[in-house]
């Protein structure tokens, strides 16, 4: 049996058949269509364009159908073509109290200027397999029923509320009052201590797992601060940019974004007087999990301007940013299946060595202890 | 030259991008061996698989450049192959797998058998790019580390494999100083290949992607492999010749022929190796059923359908 080491063009060409083949599935079921996956999967859509940082919800359903329903893969995809894209111009910062909500949530008040708002959600759905979806001819659903009355145009953030009160910290402006650019990862190279920006982008980027599981551990006492869901908003909001030949904003679209703001505790120090403190959570697309996941790790992460001690990995900005992207850790783990035949064989020539060193150093020593 | 795929940027990275990362090189080969920042892109290839290399490959090549690309020393192992496919789309320049014919050379885990002349610039692909990364995870500490020059850990894991093994037990990506000055990464390749980076006459050029550094080697560098005075450094060496070509200089490969336990020894460069058998040199196996299935293997594949050797 002879072993093939080496691959080559007519390989990799036919591997990349096989995988299309394989994308495809079987030829007598109907091909998704692009427009059906942007439809009917909307949270799959809107985890790429959250990760893949890029708003573009038919890109999005594209790069799902061609990572053969991957969301990495697709995000991957989605980062690949985003990476190229001039830099038209840069918006001025959304204002969500202005959104069009599909839903707000506070878990802090029952009631609050505007009202509760459940929206599309799964929170209060048994979790029943619906054998009715199966079923060929799909029934429409029943639509919603209207509200009441319509929903207030601006919705106050509950955090403001309680900042009103002064209970809670004011938002910290950055150093230079907002005058300069964000920070932008993708365009600068990471550099710690990073400043808040920074962290938020590269939470809003990275991979909802990894946050999740981060935040979890937060909960369960590594590096804790007793949260409390202020808020949970989504809905959609207007997008402006100010030409610089105009100088005024001009409205150029509506993105979906969710939005958590939460709430912690703070025992106070010397200087500050007790109060709540925030984590801040925000997502392009409808991606709740990820945007409370955010927001503890957000909070977690302010350890040093709040002056705590930051003893837990999710209070660890170097740990928690280099390792949060999805693309980069998958390129990294996935990376071992590459060759390595050269410094495999370095390591098998040494271990072979070291095993040679051991048995004369055994023959030329004591003779080894018979065992008793 | 073929035509490039009229859709994309030259070098598939965008001008802007692709100045951003020469300033780069350029900081980097004036502080030989330290590991400047730079805004690493993201590529449609994914990390781990020559990121860093690429982007630099696609800042630094011209229309009249001729690329070859290696992988474990190989022209014709996958990612080379995939890589070099990727550069003839997005630039359309000449490719060869003749080292000396090269102008640009992106490898990942070899520096050629061909010794380099001036002119050429080898570029490497480089996962971890500090050195001290695994005796420090921290990027705040290690910097701090360099700007002092307190190498002092290193030479500690040195001494430790000495006390515990007798020697010095790291066999690839061996830290090297640089110019007097910089510990740094030669990236994964065998400390084998280590002396050929010393004082070399070509420009050596290393990408991190996913941790977005570049560092350089300008021509005629110093380039010291770290030891001590009692262990000197010293390189592998087989008591065997490549079983095909009979070359006794160069990194050889296992390859594991069947599975009754037979192995051949062969060149991991593919290009010298080929080099050497055109000129008639034939190793103790090369007349064996497994060494000609080898050879053929290795003449066949890698290369375009019905493709003649560049």
Redesign the interface.
């Known amino acids: ?12 060409d036919a591997a990349h058949r096989d995988l299309a083949a394989l994308r495809r599935g079987d030829a007598a079921v109907p091909a998704l269509t692009v427009a059906q996956i942007r439809e009917q999967m909307g949270l799959a859509v809107a985890r790429v364009m959250a990760e893949g940082s890029l708003y573009d919800p038919d890109l999005a359903a594209l790069a799902i159908k061609q990572a053969w329903g991957d969301v990495p893969e697709a995000i ?1 995809l989605l ?2 073509y ?3 894209l ?1 830099r038209l111009a840069t918006t001025a910062p959304i204002d969500t109290t202005r959104m069009v909500v599909r839903r707000r949530v506070s878990a802090t008040f029952k009631d609050l200027p505007g009202g509760q708002v459940l929206g599309p959600t799964f929170d209060y759905t048994h979790r029943l397999l619906d054998f009715a979806l199966a079923a060929e001819g799909e029934t429409e659903p029943e639509a919603p029923p209207a509200a009441d009355q319509p929903l207030d145009e601006t919705l106050p953030r509950v955090a403001d509320i309680l900042g009103d009160e002064g209970l809670i910290e004011p938002e910290q402006p950055p150093a230079d009052d907002g005058a300069g650019p964000v920070g932008d990862l ?8 990073a400043d808040r920006d920074i962290r938020l982008q590269a939470l809003a980027r990275g991979d909802e797992g990894f946050l999740l599981s981060l935040a979890y551990s937060t909960q369960r006492g590594h590096g804790g601060n007793h949260p409390f869901a202020g808020e949970i908003r989504m809905g959609e909001v207007e997008v402006e940019i100010v030409p610089e030949e105009l100088g005024f904003p001009v409205s150029i679209g509506d993105i979906t974004v969710s939005e958590c703001q939460m709430i912690n505790q703070f025992k106070g120090s010397k200087a500050v007087p007790p109060q709540f403190t925030r984590g801040y959570g925000l997502t392009l697309g409808y991606n709740e999990r990820k945007v409370m996941a955010m927001a503890l790790v957000d909070r977690a992460l302010r350890h040093r301007e709040l002056d705590e001690e930051a003893t837990a990995p999710a209070q660890d900005d ?1 740990f928690v940013l ?1 390792h949060a992207d999805v ?2 850790a ?7 299946k ?6 495999f ?6 271990v072979r ?2 095993r040679r ?1 051991a048995d004369s150093d055994e023959t030329a020593g004591e003779p080894p202890q018979e065992d008793t | 030259m073929t035509a490039p795929d009229p859709g ?2 030259f070098g ?3 001008e802007q ?1 692709k100045r951003m990362i020469r300033r780069a090189i350029l900081k980097a080969v004036a502080i030989p061996g330290y590991q400047v ?8 290839l ?4 020559g ?1 860093g290399g690429i982007q630099v490959t696609a800042s630094v090549i011209g229309g009249d450049d001729v690329l070859k690309v290696i ?4 022209d ?4 080379a ?2 890589i070099r ?1 990727f550069f003839r789309r997005v630039t359309g320049v000449a490719t060869t797998e003749h080292t000396t014919e090269a102008t640009l050379i992106q490898t ?3 520096v050629p058998e061909t010794p380099l002349r001036a002119g050429q610039i080898l570029i490497y692909q480089v ?1 971890i790019p500090e050195p001290l990364r695994r005796m420090e995870p ?3 500490e290690t910097r701090k580390m360099h700007a002092l020059s307190d190498y002092g850990v290193m030479h500690v894991k040195l001494y430790e494999d000495i006390a515990q ?3 010095i ?1 790291t ?3 061996y830290p090297v100083r640089v110019n007097g000055r910089h510990v740094m990464a030669p990236s ?5 290949d280590n002396p050929k980076m010393h004082d070399a006459p070509f420009l050596q050029l290393f990408g991190a992607g ?1 941790e ?2 570049i560092y350089a080697l300008p021509p005629y560098t110093s380039v010291v492999s770290l030891d001590f005075e009692d262990h000197p450094f010293t390189v ?1 060496a087989w008591d065997r010749v490549c079983d095909l070509c009979g070359a006794t200089d160069s ?9 009754r336990g037979g192995r051949l020894f062969v060149c ?1 460069d593919s290009d010298y190796c080929t080099g050497r058998r055109a000129a008639g040199h034939r190793g103790p196996m090369a007349a064996t059923a ?1 060494g000609e ?2 050879s053929d ?2 003449a ?6 019905g493709e003649a050797r560049p």
Request: net charge negative; aromatic share 10%.
């Open positions: 049996m002879y072993v093939a080491v080496k691959g080559g063009e007519a390989a990799i991957f980062r690949a985003r990476t190229t001039p993708t365009r600068d190279p990471v550099t710690y201590p170097e280099s693309v980069e998958s390129g990294f783990v996935q990376h071992l590459l060759p390595h035949y050269v410094d064989q370095a390591e098998l020539d040494l060595r070291l060193a | 994309v940027t598939y990275l965008d991008t920042p730079f805004a690493g892109r993201e590529m449609p994914p990390y781990g698989w990121t992988d474990q020393g190989a014709d192992t996958t990612n192959v995939s496919r990942r885990h070899r996962p921290r990027e705040t093994h007798g020697c037990s066999s690839y990506d994964p390749i065998p400390k084998f996913r977005k550094r592998q990194y050889l490969d296992e390859v594991v022929t069947d599975d991991s497994a299935a080898l293997a290795m066949a594949v890698g290369r375009e359908d």
